[in-house]
Every structure is written in C-alpha cells, then in structure tokens.
C-alpha cells in the first residue's frame, strides 16, 4: 500500500507539482482497512465467520430437514456419501440404507443398498419453515419472518432419507440440527458481549474518572467477582432461571449472566487507561478549552485504546460461546427444546454414544472453529486498530 501516488499541487500555485506517497495523507480509517487486509489468517476467518452467520440466519432454508423432523426407521443412521455424478452427468445421489437386526442383541446395523439411488438437487422442496424472530414482547418484531419450504441441497423427494453426516438415535439429521444450533450459540456470544463491553466501560470509566470511594467501591465488587471461580459461580446462578421459563426468556437470561461475569477485565483495562490519560497534555487542555467531560471521553480517551477494546470484543465472543456451551453441557443452561451446540453435546457426553455415533461430536467441532476464527480475527483488528505499529 505504500507504493501508491498521489500528486499534491505547491502552495505557491506553480505548475510543478510532487507525488507523494497515499499512505502519508490517508485517513486512519483507511490505514485501518489497509493494515487488516494484509493479514491473511484474519481475513480468512472473517469470510468463515460471515459464512457461518449467515447459515445461521437463513438456518431453516440451509438445513436439509427441520429440527421436529425425525424418523423412526433410520435411527443411529451413519453418515451417506454424497456422489455427484451419475454415467457421467451431474446428478448428485447418495445410496440408501439396509438394515440387519442382530436377533440376540437387537442392535441394529447399516449397510450401503447400491441398488438404491436416492437423487439430491438444489432448491428443493422439503419441510416448512420461518425465518425470523419468535417469542419476542414486540408485535413488530414477531411479524419480522418469511415463510417458505424450499431447501438450499437436499432430497429430491421428500421423506427420502437423506444424512449427510448421521442421524442420532431418535432418527434426526444431526447436519440440520448444528445449522439451527448456530442461531443460539452464536448470537449469544454477539449479545453478551456488547452487553458486558456496555458495562465494563461505564463502571471502568466512573471508576477511573470519579475515584475515592466510589473508585474502592467498584474495585472491591470486582475483586470479590474474580475471587470466585467461574464454573460454580455460573451454576449458582444458572440456577436462578426458572426452569419453567419461556425457552426465549431464558435464553435472555443466560446471555445476562454470562454479560454479569464477563465485564471485570473490560472494568479494570479502561479504569487504568482513564487514571494515566487524564494526566495527559492534550486531555488537560481540552478541560481547559471547555470540552464536556461526555467528549472528552468518547472523542479523546477512547481512541487512544481502541485496539484493546477491539481485542477484547472478538476474544470475548467465543468465551460467551464456550460459557453457554458448557452451561448447556451440564444440565444448567439451555433445555430442549431450544437448540444449541451446548445442547447438542450433552446428548454425546455418553461413552455408548461415542462408540457408536462419534458424527455426534460435530457441534465441538463447530466450537472449535468458531472460538479458533474469533481469535485469528481478533489478532488481526488488534494490529489493524494500531495501523503505525
């Protein structure tokens, strides 16, 4: 980027004029963009992310089947493999099932029928579906959806079976099931962060601004906050929702405590930024010229550590991620029938579950990328936010 020209007329109106380089006159914004498009791995994981929201708001038309839908003949079903070319032409199909009852043990196995062809296609038409929001105290808010039945890849003829990577014992396709789960567990990391960025940055400043008592005050609650290891302190008030709560409601209600445990690091960081910027010249004399204390803050102070909070907002999604998770995992967080990774891995926590159906482990798999794409990305808005390092 620092090979681009621009030509700059000579205060004196000659003719001559100079090329300079466009780095020397471009905005921070734009230095910004230049620096973070450099960094490979961070672009990478903002395509993946931006695919897997995406996925995730459009859930009902990615997945092959709904989340209801299941089917008692194809239980514990392994995975198909998908052919994409029939004699030679394009016609994507996955061969169908038999099945072979042990008479003794009644465990029932699966092999390939080849002499069943069970054709795929694009834009099908399947189970029906709304995407939108459901659930919420606004009537506006709830007639926000679009129904329809078409499906992005799966079966032609509807009721086939078709599991591109297993079904689990009750007969649902596990594919569809994580689709929908990305709608619950990744939009409670998006939520829960900007809430407890929101108050890790107004108690932070207060405490950094203010001081005295309220200062020790604040500093005291978030000692006694860290004090306490995570994991207890998230059952304890996991605990607090009601179980009989609408599945939106305590979904909210999850998101809430994880934000409540999740601000202390935001607190201190813009506390001791606050405490050495206002001593600062140029802090001094923007006090002196009049500037509202409301200005000072968003205009001065905060740019001056834009790169942390950047940082810290990407690093902290997946850690809200990884909480909703492992509240779901045990029991404390999220109930069927909502949808959620979490969810989805309790029901593998099984040692019978994994001999047998280890296709169950998918929704760690998307954990794992997901918190490993976060991080790749937040590396690179921290070097980005920080464009002449």
């Known amino acids: 980027m620092a090979n681009d020209v621009i030509a700059v007329n000579d205060p004196g109106g000659h003719a001559a004029s100079q090329e300079v ?33 995406i996925v995730a708001i459009f859930a009902g038309f990615f997945a092959p089947q709904a989340t209801t839908s299941y089917n008692r003949k194809y239980t514990q079903a392994p995975p198909q493999t998908i052919h994409w070319f029939d004699n030679g ?14 008479p003794r ?9 080849k002499d069943t062809k069970i054709p795929l296609g694009f834009f099908v038409k399947g189970d029906s579906y709304s995407i ?12 926000l959806h679009i129904s329809g039945s078409r499906h992005f890849f799966g079966a032609k003829n509807h009721g086939d079976p078709f599991y591109l990577v297993g079904a689990d014992d ?30 890790g940055i107004l108690l932070g400043g207060i405490s950094g601004l203010v001081g005295g008592w309220i200062d020790n005050l604040i500093q005291r609650g978030i000692e006694l906050l860290r004090s306490i290891p995570d994991l207890p302190l998230w059952m304890a008030m996991a605990t607090a929702v009601p179980a009989r709560w609408d599945p939106v409601v305590v979904y909210f209600g999850i998101t809430v405590i994880l934000s409540l445990l999740r601000w202390t690091d935001m607190a201190r960081v813009v506390r001791g930024r606050f405490l050495s910027l206002r001593e600062e010249d140029f802090i ?11 200005r000072i803050i968003t205009k001065h102070m905060m740019p001056s550590f834009l790169s942390h909070i950047i940082a810290s907002v990407t ?13 779901s995992f045990l029991g404390l967080g999220l109930q069927p ?37 976060f991080n790749f990305l937040g590396d690179g808005l921290r070097d980005a936010a920080d464009p002449y390092r």
């Open 132 to 143: 939108g929001f459901s659930g919420m105290p606004v009537d506006w808010i709830n007639n």
């Open 337 to 373: 029938p909502v949808v959620s990774w979490g969810v989805m891995l309790k029901d593998a926590q099984s040692i019978r579950v994994i001999a047998n159906m280890p296709w169950m482990l998918l929704p760690g798999a998307a954990v794992s990328i997901t918190v490993l794409m």
């Open 315 to 327: 690093l902290s999604i997946p850690g809200m991620i990884l909480g909703e998770t492992a509240l």
């Open 89 to 102: 032409k394009f016609g994507p199909y996955v061969y169908g099932y038999k099945q072979e009852t042990d």
């Open 21 to 53: 380089p466009q780095i020397a006159v471009a905005s921070q914004w734009k230095l910004m963009r230049w620096k973070f498009r450099r960094h490979r791995m961070a672009m990478i994981s903002l395509v993946v992310l931006t695919t897997f929201y």
């Open 170 to 199: 009750l007969g649902r396709d596990v594919w569809s099931r994580v689709i929908f789960a990305a709608q619950v567990s990744l939009s409670v990391g998006l939520v829960g962060v900007f809430l407890s960025l929101g108050l």
């Open 284 to 294: 001094l004399a923007a006090e002196l010229d009049g500037v509202p204390a409301r």
């Open 105 to 113: 043990t009644l465990e029932r196995t699966y092999t390939v029928d």
